[in-house]
């Protein structure tokens, strides 16, 4: 993997931001060495990962890492984080909320699915209930009875430890390192991205 000068300084700076006992860590399962980032466990982190490219992208908190990727507006953060901590956002904003830090860290979205928000948002609003209720160890949407997410080509889970990393990990096939309950998006395409979002919950 080629880190950028601009990705470099990021990951640096996060990891000066965040306190060694604080900080959530995700390490891309693409790289021949190494390849991770701190940060503090209060923002939403979302990777893509291309396995025939050996490629990495990561996004911390919506934030565009060149030209190519989209930066995610202050009013989507806010959309996503209320939704993780109440369930009660609007369909159409939880799904697109959703979908712009999917993209954050994508290098394009020719290729994405692109349902429909209202749709998506009502098919979403099953993970952001899990966030909200399951409370302890790992919890995956079949488990919890979310339904409809095949449509829209997705899985979610909740991990709301350090002992439930492990099952995340597998779950997402992306070694996670947690400090926070989190919320977990999946999405595998067909064009040999697989894109993972990363959302934490805010006190229930």
Same mark, same amino acid.
């Given at each position: 993997?080629?880190?950028? *000068?601009?990705?470099?300084?990021?990951? !640096?700076?996060? !990891?000066?931001?965040?306190?060694?006992?604080?900080?959530?860590?995700?390490?891309?399962?693409?790289?021949?060495?190494?390849?991770?980032?701190?940060?503090?466990?209060?923002?939403?982190?979302? +990777?893509?990962?291309?396995?025939?490219?050996?490629?990495?992208?990561?996004?911390?908190?919506?934030?565009?890492?060149?030209?190519?990727?989209?930066?995610?507006?202050?009013?989507?953060?806010?959309?996503?984080? %209320?939704?993780?901590? +109440?369930?009660?956002?609007?369909?159409?904003?939880?799904?697109? &909320?959703?979908?712009?830090?999917?993209? &954050?860290?994508?290098?394009?979205?020719?290729?994405?699915?692109?349902?429909?928000?209202?749709? !998506?948002?009502?098919?979403?609003?099953?993970?952001? &209930?899990?966030?909200?209720? #399951? !409370?302890?160890?790992?919890?995956? %949407?079949?488990?919890?009875?979310?339904?409809?997410?095949?449509?829209?080509?997705?899985?979610?889970?909740?991990?709301?430890?350090? %002992? #439930?990393?492990?099952?995340?990990?597998?779950?997402?096939?992306?070694?996670?390192? *947690?400090?926070?309950?989190?919320?977990?998006?999946?999405?595998?395409?067909?064009?040999?991205?697989?894109?993972?979002?990363?959302?934490?919950?805010?006190?229930?």
């Amino acid at each position: 993997m080629r880190l950028t *000068l601009s990705f470099a300084a990021l990951a !640096a700076n996060l !990891a000066v931001m965040a306190a060694p006992a604080l900080a959530n860590t995700r390490v891309c399962r693409f790289v021949e060495t190494d390849a991770r980032v701190g940060y503090p466990p209060n923002l939403v982190v979302s +990777l893509s990962e291309n396995q025939a490219e050996g490629l990495c992208r990561i996004s911390v908190a919506g934030v565009a890492l060149d030209e190519t990727s989209r930066c995610v507006s202050c009013v989507v953060r806010g959309a996503l984080l %209320d939704a993780a901590r +109440l369930g009660v956002v609007q369909p159409s904003a939880r799904g697109a &909320a959703v979908f712009a830090f999917f993209g &954050a860290a994508s290098p394009t979205n020719d290729d994405a699915p692109d349902p429909d928000p209202q749709l !998506a948002g009502g098919v979403l609003a099953g993970c952001f &209930a899990m966030a909200r209720e #399951a !409370a302890e160890g790992f919890v995956f %949407d079949e488990e919890f009875g979310v339904s409809g997410l095949d449509d829209i080509g997705l899985r979610c889970a909740v991990a709301n430890d350090a %002992d #439930a990393a492990v099952p995340l990990s597998d779950f997402l096939e992306t070694p996670v390192v *947690l400090q926070a309950p989190t919320l977990a998006l999946a999405r595998d395409r067909d064009d040999g991205w697989a894109e993972r979002l990363l959302v934490p919950i805010p006190e229930r």
